[in-house]
């Protein structure tokens, strides 16, 4: 029978997945603020604004570190450990995708095509909300997994079917754009180099649900 981990580990890991959360979500929010300068051609800001979202990166992945090596081998948790380390590893490919996105965008000094721009900030804002929720979506299972209360894993399951609604609509929107960028764009190099990026801004969105998926098989019964 598994125990609670707080009764035998002084720190739980939820707490480091917790502040794992808070850094990506509030990287998501630079990245949004990035895209919005690049495309008023703001370069000086976009660069500070780039460097920052490295260094957050940079501050992310020593979280998850942290998590993966403070982890004494034996311990007893709520979760599957394999389980749990897959719900980090999407939940860090979150950031990954978002600074890949931004050094793609940053390969067109001169900004976004006007007939196009519209639209990639339109999905730039679709793959925000899923990650929004990340943070209240651990900090949830921080307090099921202490009294495993069926109101708490109910709501769970309703954010869940929320970023899972939210990663379709973006999807959506990702196709929508590429057949645009097919159909309007004429040089093939810009057209590889925008689809690429599409696809990095729709991967975003991608790895929230995945993260989201780990965390429903975490809590099934």
Same mark, same amino acid.
Request: neutral net charge; hydrophobic residues 40%; contains cysteine.
């Given at each position: #029978? ?16 917790? &502040? $794992?959360?808070?850094? @990506? ?10 895209? =919005?300068? $690049? ?13 920052? =979202? ?22 007893? #948790?709520? =979760? *599957? ?12 490919? =979150?950031?990954?995708? %978002? ?38 979506? @651990? ?31 973006? *999807? ?7 057949? &645009? ?8 190099? @810009? %057209?590889?180099?925008? %689809?690429?990026? @599409?696809? $990095?801004?729709?991967?975003?969105? *991608? $790895?929230?649900?995945?993260?989201? *998926?780990?965390?429903? %098989?975490?809590?099934?019964?």
């Amino acid at each position: #029978m598994r125990l609670l981990i707080s009764s035998i580990f002084c720190k739980s890991p939820f707490e480091g997945l917790q &502040k $794992h959360a808070d850094k @990506v979500k509030e990287c998501t929010h630079l990245f949004r603020e990035a895209v =919005v300068c $690049h495309m008023g051609q703001e370069c000086k800001r976009f660069d500070l604004l780039t460097e920052e =979202v490295a260094r957050m990166e940079s501050e992310a992945d020593e979280i998850k570190r942290n998590i993966r090596n403070h982890l004494p081998r034996g311990i007893l #948790m709520p =979760v *599957d450990k394999f389980q749990f380390f897959q719900y980090l590893g999407e939940q860090d490919k =979150v950031m990954d995708e %978002v600074e890949e996105a931004l050094f793609w965008l940053s390969f067109r000094p001169e900004g976004i095509p006007t007939e196009l721009a519209t639209t990639i900030h339109d999905l730039v804002e679709a793959v925000i909300p899923p990650i929004e929720k990340l943070p209240e979506l @651990v900090t949830l299972a921080r307090d099921y997994f202490k009294n495993k209360s069926e109101k708490k894993r109910t709501r769970m399951k309703s954010l869940i079917r929320d970023i899972r609604q939210h990663e379709r609509e973006a *999807d959506h929107l990702e196709r929508e754009l590429k057949f &645009k960028i097919f159909t309007t764009i004429k040089d093939a190099l @810009v %057209v590889y180099h925008l %689809v690429r990026l @599409v696809e $990095h801004i729709g991967a975003i969105a *991608d $790895h929230a649900q995945n993260a989201s *998926d780990r965390m429903r %098989v975490m809590i099934a019964k």
